[in-house]
């Protein structure tokens, strides 16, 4: 099965793997559009900024964005855009491009430590895991089909998706390990680590409803029927574990799941205007913070269920990826808007 991409598509799965940041060379850039001052609810942050920062270059197209070493962000950009940089985003919003060259784009979802960066780029031959640390690249020596969104365990290996294939990779020194799905044309997309070190993933299916699967660190799938028919699970990184040991996702309707690591299944309406969320993250203050397509917003979730929206200070965009900064900052990509988005509470 071949998945098509498209940086004209909400549903293009293009990420990056992030958590180290050297002081490579580039042009800093900090084009600021900020947003209003919002007035949330009581359940959450007294006020909420958004502040919007333009990509240096047109048709960048940012799509995931993770946490760095020293503050830095780091986002990627969807294969078919005419560049193949890793960007690096200040926490006052200076962008500043890096130069990989390597393959055709990146195509990967977020993991790292310890100043290492992880990613995969798609190349003539397939999809090869590489590594960035101190300003320097380095080809971790495999090549798989397909590498979506990533994490990295505790032991320190990485787990990655491959929806075209309907696989979740396991990398141990250098070796990787498959596990297809047990249901026939469920495709795991979003991926996380549980409080109960097993891998969680969100599930798309082509003739059935959506799953949440759970890997074991030596590869035993379970699968869990989401409770609503056809509901399925977007292709982002829609799956994380919260703050409360419990795994959170999102899916193709304005709600936002919650599965216990015994499986048991609850989920949480969001006003028809949200409409659907997307990526799914964990804030510094313990909410869960998550995209929303339907009006361009920034949603947030507290652990008992309780939602609030704010909304992004634009008419044009997809907002993508998402994660947690330093403090209280949550920073996400708009795509089809070719910027990065702060928000502060």
Excluded at 115 to 132: A, E, K, P, Q, T
Excluded at 218 to 247: C, M, Y
Excluded at 269 to 274: E, I, Q
Aim: with cysteine.
């Amino acid at each position: 099965m071949s998945i098509a991409i498209s940086r004209h598509v909400a549903a293009l799965s293009v990420a990056v793997a992030v958590t180290a940041c050297g002081s490579p060379s580039g042009t800093a850039f900090n084009p600021g559009v900020s947003g209003p001052m919002l007035q949330p609810d009581a359940a959450s942050p007294a006020g909420v900024k958004v502040t919007l920062f333009n990509m240096p270059m047109a048709q960048t197209d940012p799509y995931d964005i993770a946490l760095g070493a020293s503050g830095y962000l780091y986002a990627t950009q969807p294969q078919g855009t005419p560049y193949s940089y890793l960007w690096q985003i200040s926490e006052t919003g200076h962008i500043t491009k890096i130069k990989p060259k390597l393959g055709y784009g990146f195509q990967v979802g977020i993991t790292g430590a310890k100043g290492v960066v992880y990613f995969g780029v798609n190349g003539s031959g397939g999809f090869s895991l590489y590594d960035y640390a101190n300003g320097k690249f380095k080809d971790l020596g495999l090549t798989v089909a397909a590498i979506y969104f990533l994490k990295r365990a505790k032991d320190g290996s990485v787990w990655f998706t491959d929806p075209g294939n309907y696989d979740v990779g396991h990398v141990v020194k250098g070796r990787t390990t498959l596990y297809t799905a047990p249901t026939k044309y469920c495709s795991p997309y979003g991926i996380t680590i549980g409080s109960d070190q097993n891998v969680w993933v969100a599930e798309q299916c082509q003739t059935t409803t959506g799953r949440i699967g759970r890997i074991t660190p030596s590869g035993s799938w379970k699968e869990f029927v989401l409770p609503t028919k056809n509901e399925e699970p977007p292709s982002q990184d829609g799956i994380t574990a919260g703050p409360d040991g419990n795994l959170w996702y999102t899916v193709g309707l304005p709600r936002i799941g919650r599965i216990t690591t015994a499986g048991k299944i609850h989920e949480f309406p969001l006003p028809a205007s949200d409409g659907d969320a997307g990526a799914i993250t964990v804030g510094n203050d313990k909410a869960l913070w998550y995209t929303l397509q339907t009006g361009l917003k920034i949603g947030r979730m507290t652990t008992k269920g309780s939602a609030t929206s704010y909304q992004v200070p634009t008419s044009n965009g997809t907002l993508s990826g998402i994660c947690a900064g330093l403090g209280k900052t949550i920073w996400f990509t708009n795509t089809i808007g070719n910027q990065i988005g702060r928000l502060t509470y």
